[in-house]
């Protein structure tokens, strides 16, 4: 057991070790009902209190050999702390394009989203499932929407994830609140080792899992 312990830690650096020191690079194969459709991979450089982070998603969804849906997310945010500092965010959700920014100043979020502002204050998180600080909050801003999510995160259960071919005990951190329930999967060392949520007004199952 202590072996299968040692193996598993092995794994999870390796698919989510610092590229440089200071970076982190979660990148994950994205699945819709258990085939593949696309990748998810997001950047963390910390450089003392000052996080910057980049989010890439991509997803092809085909059917009969055509792509019967594409989705596309690209984000960058920068953080003070555990509080978004600045977010410059654009999604094309098959072939619907947004933009979301948000500008902190003082106490205020300014955001910008839909041809339309708005501001609200104290400290913002976006759905930053790599920080542990988000499994305390209460609200979240989405960044393909720009709308603030009233939130409640739990522990609701534990299981095995599979990462780099084998297994990892992680708990399950469940969100919801939001457009749908998301389960984030946090191994016994603290690491983001996956997720599941369920698309498509509940009918599909969306998962992230390291390769």
């Not at 996080?51 to 984000?75: N, P, Q």
């Not at 913002?124 to 929407?145: C, D, E, F, G, H």
């Not at 969100?175 to 509940?202: M, N």
Request: include cysteine; charged fraction near 25%.
């Amino acid at each position: 057991m202590r072996r299968l312990a040692a193996l598993s830690v092995l794994a999870i650096a390796a698919v989510a070790q610092a590229a440089e020191p200071g970076t982190r690079v979660y990148a994950f194969k994205a699945f819709l009902d258990g085939k593949p459709i696309g990748e998810h991979r997001f950047t963390v450089v910390t450089e003392g209190a000052v996080r910057r982070v980049t989010s890439d998603a991509d997803f092809v969804v085909k059917f009969l050999g055509f792509s019967a849906y594409r989705y596309r997310h690209h984000a960058e945010e920068q953080w003070s702390g555990d509080c978004l500092a600045s977010l410059v965010a654009s999604t094309n959700d098959d072939g619907k394009p947004t933009s979301v920014k948000l500008a902190r100043s003082g106490d205020a979020n300014q955001i910008e989203a839909a041809g339309r502002a708005s501001s609200t204050p104290g400290c913002l998180m976006t759905y930053a499932y790599w920080n542990p600080a988000m499994r305390s909050q209460v609200r979240l801003l989405n960044p393909q929407t720009g709308k603030i999510d009233a939130v409640r995160i739990e522990r609701v259960a534990d299981g095995d994830v599979t990462v780099g071919g084998r297994p990892v005990h992680a708990f399950d951190w469940r969100i919801a609140g939001g457009e749908a329930p998301v389960d984030v999967w946090i191994s016994d060392q603290g690491e983001w080792v996956g997720l599941d949520s369920w698309v498509g007004k509940g009918k599909h199952r969306l998962s992230y899992r390291l390769p």
